[in-house]
T-cell receptor, first 113, second 114 residues
Framework: NAGVTQTPKFRILKIGQSMTLQCAQDMNHNYMYWYRQDPGMGLKLIYYSVGAGITDKGEVPNGYNVSRSTTEDFPLRLELAAPSQTSVYFC????????????FGSGTRLTVV | GENVEQHPSTLSVQEGDSAVIKCTYSDSASNYFPWYKQELGKGPQLIIDIRSNVGEKKDQRIAVTLNKTAKHFSLHITETQPEDSAVYFCAAPPRTSGTYKYIFGTGTRLKVLA
């Protein structure tokens, strides 16, 4: 099925470890986004991309990095995990002019201990 | 700064009753206001959206109204069913046009009681 695929679904990290959250979409959307969702809170934008090779910071970028080498993939990197990064992470994509609404992935639940 | 306030944070209704969720935004350069439904363990899913050139849009049991002068928009669900139980998010466009970085409300947890 067409959509946004996120892996892994769950992960437990120790403080100081690193990991990459994977995100891939097969809808040929140019715009991609990473959000984090904390309990009782809305979605906060971490990073976004308007096309391959172009990325920019969102509202809460500290502690994260991204790359966008292809239209399909938009991985999110955590270099030195901290307990404050315990959250659910959602990747989304859109194609303004075609569909302004976001298509979200199913999320990655990350716990840092 | 840019902000979207969403109320209520939780809402319980009897099956068959109506539910209304309201959002207020601080500023916007665009005219597209979406609503998302998030079921347990899943990502948010777009359920309805509205553009500022219309005041209301309806899709079966759900409708959205927009008052751009007052900067608020609402989601209305009629004849609620148990499967409507979920968390609902509104989103508003950012002040800067062309970036499509929507600002999300904090969510409303809707419980439909059978």
């Amino acid at each position: 099925n067409a959509g946004v695929t996120q892996t892994p679904k769950f992960r437990i990290l120790k403080i100081g470890q690193s990991m990459t959250l994977q995100c891939a979409q097969d809808m040929n959307h140019n715009y991609m986004y990473w959000y984090r969702q904390d309990p009782g809170m809305g979605l906060k934008l971490i990073y976004y991309s308007v096309g391959a090779g172009i990325t920019d910071k969102g509202e809460v970028p500290n502690g994260y990095n991204v790359s966008r080498s292809t239209t399909e993939d938009f991985p999110l990197r955590l270099e030195l995990a901290a307990p404050s990064q315990t959250s659910v992470y959602f990747c989304a994509s859109s194609q303004p002019g075609q569909t302004y609404g976001y298509t979200f992935g199913s999320g990655t639940r990350l716990t840092v201990v | 700064g840019e902000n979207v306030e969403q109320h209520p944070s939780t809402l319980s209704v009897q099956e068959g009753d109506s539910a209304v969720i309201k959002c207020t935004y601080s500023d916007s350069a665009s005219n597209y206001f979406p609503w998302y439904k998030q079921e347990l363990g899943k990502g948010p899913q777009l359920i309805i959206d509205i553009r500022s050139n219309v005041g209301e849009k309806k899709d079966q049991r759900i409708a959205v109204t927009l008052n751009k002068t007052a900067k608020h928009f609402s989601l209305h669900i009629t004849e609620t069913q148990p499967e409507d139980s979920a968390v609902y998010f509104c989103a508003a466009p950012p002040r800067t046009s062309g970036t499509y970085k929507y600002i999300f409300g904090t969510g409303t947890r809707l419980k439909v009681l059978a």
